[in-house]
């Protein structure tokens, strides 16, 4: 190929990816954001192809992928591993990688090392953690070595233990008052963007407009300037989970089921392989 289109054709697929700077820009333009999870090649080039902004490779693997209750038990470098599939997928949207539990809780310097870590081995384009205040310090160190850095505030699953469930977060006037500070401070550290899970819509709205990141909610009602949802659960390949702000957008797990069924129907009655699809 010539020299001049391979530039002019890297540039194009430069400039066609998401950036922190262009999530800003849809913040200030009104224009939502759309976020899912992903962690496997196959299905994060599919949801690429369709257009999402942000595939954010969550420690929800933990769950969805290794069918742990918790999000606790998954490792740096299994995150590692699965990211690097995402990144492979990746044409357009912002590739992020949860940092998981245990990751960057330590120290200031273990957080940094591990989320240099994860951004050189995995290629990602950021990292995600759990936390407001009490992880700050950690925060400021990663964005001055350069890592772009998504907080996640509300429900946070690596709690879930100091929690004592998955219910709502925040619904009393002291840990909302704690949250919007906690917000506010993610703001000003530099975090590119914050998650806010499973608390009311109206505080939500509230944190949406104190800061100048976009925010990026899931169970925090419509007014923030983005949504996330895991995308099993979204797909409807996750059957046992259905929380109030979940909607299926497919009924996948009728689908797989389904064509498994009648896959495993045509083996037993011999129908498949037919004389079309031998050698
Ligand atoms: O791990 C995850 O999937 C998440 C989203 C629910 C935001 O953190």
Known sequence: MHAFLKKTMSVH????RMTTAKLRQMKANG????MLTSYDFTLASLVDEAGIDILLVGDSASNIVCGNQYTLPITVDEMIF??????RAAQHALVVSDMPFGS?????????????????ESGCDAVK?????????????MVQAGV????????TPQSVNQFGGYGLRAKEEAEAEKLL??????DEAGCFSIVLEKIPAALAARVTKAVSCPVIGIGAGNQCDGQVLVLHDMLGMNQGFKPK???????????????????IDAVKESSFPSEEESY
């Open 13 to 16: 697929v430069q400039n066609s």
């Open 31 to 34: 224009e939502k954001i759309a």
């Open 148 to 155: 772009p850095v998504m907080g996640h505030l509300g429900l």
């Open 82 to 87: 699965l990211t690097k599939g995402v990144v």
């Open 245 to 263: 702000f979940l909607r299926h957008f497919a009924k996948l797990a009728d689908v797989i089921k389904g064509a498994v069924g009648d896959y």
């Open 181 to 186: 500070h906690d917000a506010q401070l993610l």
């Open 129 to 141: 953690l759990e936390g407001g205040e009490e992880i700050l310090p950690a925060i400021r160190h």
């Open 104 to 120: 960057y809780q330590v120290s200031e310097e273990e957080a940094v090392r591990n989320a240099i870590k994860i951004l050189k």
